[in-house]
Every structure is written in structure tokens, then in C-alpha cells.
């Protein structure tokens, strides 16, 4: 893990949250907050400092500028600074609070006090340098949909899942709090397998019901024999589109499909992507600029 962490702050109309959300996600940061006061927004976001120097952020700034110019909004004000690693845990856990997703969830962060009769399910997390706290549209979407699939009784039958890229854990855990039997989740990053696994642990959930692993799809194949009844997959857009082929390694007959992290100005080429490779799209979800693909086999 980094000893210095690049701390970026970003002041800015809230018409322009969004962008700059998937801004600094496409640029590798690997947590962001954000508070609205009085008309304004002010995102944080931090990137190990290995992973980007002056010039990166100056590069960075300059593309909000002109993501914002784009937008016909006035630009943002974007600061950054180096701070060492106490510094960057303290400054990330005073931005995120308990937040409600959906009908039945409470994403609770892991240095809070337990509640002791909490209304909805508890799924406690500390996503550490993973991406994926709750706060962002695509993974509000994403648990939503799965609500609507899975329901908060466990299924008469065994329901397997694949979470493709699972950050912090936080769709696995959903999934099976929901009542999935069995989850397999990959990462590429080694940080985020650590917070997933550790995030399992918090929960508690057996290491059984959820399996964590390094790698993608190849990495998935190894792991169980068959098809999954439905794949997990919130990334960026690009890589969703590489990553669609390959899906049929994994997927049966009745397999279902949750995808999020893509943009409205993406979802055609997703769309049409999806056809060609035999997916039906059962219903397509909204939130802000972003959009939840809820898919099924054709």
C-alpha cells in the first residue's frame, strides 16, 4: 500500500457530479465523496501517489475544465495535495456516512458503532482503496436491481453469482445478504481482492458462500464448473464491452445479467453488443447520467 496519497478536491455546480465522478474513476482514483451545500458540490477523490504526478493532475484539470465546457457549466475549481496514509484514512472515513440503497439496504461504514435494531439489512463495509461505497449511481443501481431479482427471502433454489471487477465486495456481499448461495468475485487489482475479503469478514459471511479471487473471466472459469445463474459486472463501459464476449464462457441458457458503470451516451454500443452476442435487454435503469442494464439470455 502507498505512504503518500494524492488528495483531490474538486468545487463545482452539482449538475456537474456526475462527470466528474466517472472523471476521476476513469483516471484510477480509488475512493471519492462528495457533500452538497448551498448549491455547490465538493468531491474528494484519492489516488496512490505512485500512480500520478504534477503533471497528471494538471492533465486531470484540464479535462474537468473542458468536461464542464461541454456541459456549457462553469468550470471547477480543482485542487490537490499530498497527504500521508493516517491522513488519507481519517480524511476518507469523516466524508462517508450511513447511506439507504433501495428498499432494504443500509450500507453502513465499519468504524461506526453497530446499530442495535437496524430497520434494513446491514451491510457494513470499509472499502479501503477499492471503488464502491454506495455512493455512486451505478452501485445504488446495481443493488436495486438485484433487490428485484433476488428478493429478501433465500431462494428455494441454489442461486450462483460472478461478480466481474468487485471493488470493495460490495454487489457480492449484497447478493448474498439477498439470499445467493454461492458468489465468485474477481478483481484485477490486488487491493481490491484484500478489501473484498476483508469486507467479507466484517459482514459476517463465510468464505464459502464467497469466493474472492485476482483476475477476470479466465480467472472465473477455473473457479467452478458450469454456468452461474446471473453475472455482476459494474466497470467502466469500455471495458464491459471487451468483457461481453467472453461472458458466454460462464453463461447458461437462463443466466441474467446486472451491468452498470456506463454512461447514457454509452448504452447503444453496449446495447448492440449485448445482441450480438445472443442477450436480451430486459429493462433498462436510469439514474442521473448513468444507466443499469438488467439483461437475460435470448
Not at 457533500?35 to 505512485?50: F, G
Not at 439477498?178 to 481490491?192: E, F, M
Not at 453488443?273 to 436480451?280: G, P, R, S, Y
Amino acid at each position: 500500500m502507498a505512504n503518500s496519497w494524492w488528495e483531490i478536491a474538486v468545487l463545482c455546480d452539482p449538475a456537474l457530479e456526475d462527470i466528474i465522478f466517472w472523471r476521476l474513476e476513469d483516471f484510477g482514483c480509488r475512493g471519492t465523496a462528495s457533500e452538497i451545500k448551498d448549491n455547490t458540490c465538493l468531491i474528494w477523490a484519492y489516488l496512490p501517489e505512485e500512480e500520478g504526478q504534477l503533471l497528471d493532475m494538471a492533465a486531470l484539470s484540464v479535462w474537468m475544465r473542458q468536461d464542464a465546457l461541454c456541459m456549457e457549466q462553469q468550470p471547477p475549481i480543482v485542487k490537490w495535495d499530498l497527504i500521508d496514509e493516517e491522513d488519507w484514512a481519517s480524511s476518507w472515513k469523516q466524508h462517508w456516512q450511513p447511506l439507504e440503497v433501495g428498499e432494504g439496504f443500509l450500507i453502513y461504514p465499519a468504524w461506526l458503532p453497530i446499530p442495535e435494531k437496524p430497520e434494513r439489512t446491514l451491510l457494513r463495509l470499509d472499502p479501503g482503496v477499492a471503488f464502491g461505497t454506495g455512493t455512486h449511481p451505478t452501485t445504488q443501481l446495481c443493488l436495486e436491481s438485484l433487490e428485484m431479482r433476488l428478493g429478501y427471502q433465500p431462494p428455494e433454489d441454489n442461486v450462483v453469482v460472478a461478480d466481474i471487477g468487485c471493488g470493495s465486495g460490495i454487489l457480492s456481499l449484497g447478493a448474498v445478504l439477498l439470499g445467493a448461495s454461492k458468489v465468485y468475485a474477481v478483481d484485477v487489482d490486488p487491493l481490491a481482492v484484500r478489501a473484498a475479503r476483508a469486507n467479507r469478514k466484517l459482514n459476517p459471511i463465510p468464505p464459502g458462500s464467497m469466493l474472492v479471487e485476482k483476475g477476470s473471466i479466465d480467472r472465473l472459469k477455473k473457479m467452478f464448473d458450469g454456468p452461474v445463474d446471473g453475472i455482476l459486472c459494474n466497470i467502466l463501459a469500455e471495458v464491459i464491452v471487451d468483457l461481453i464476449p467472453q461472458m458466454d464462457a460462464i453463461a447458461g441458457p437462463t443466466t441474467w445479467g446486472v451491468l452498470s458503470g456506463i454512461l447514457l451516451d454509452q448504452a447503444k454500443p453496449i446495447a448492440d453488443t449485448l445482441e450480438q452476442h445472443d442477450w436480451i435487454v430486459a429493462a433498462l435503469w436510469k439514474r442521473e447520467d448513468w444507466c443499469c442494464f438488467n439483461i437475460r439470455r435470448s
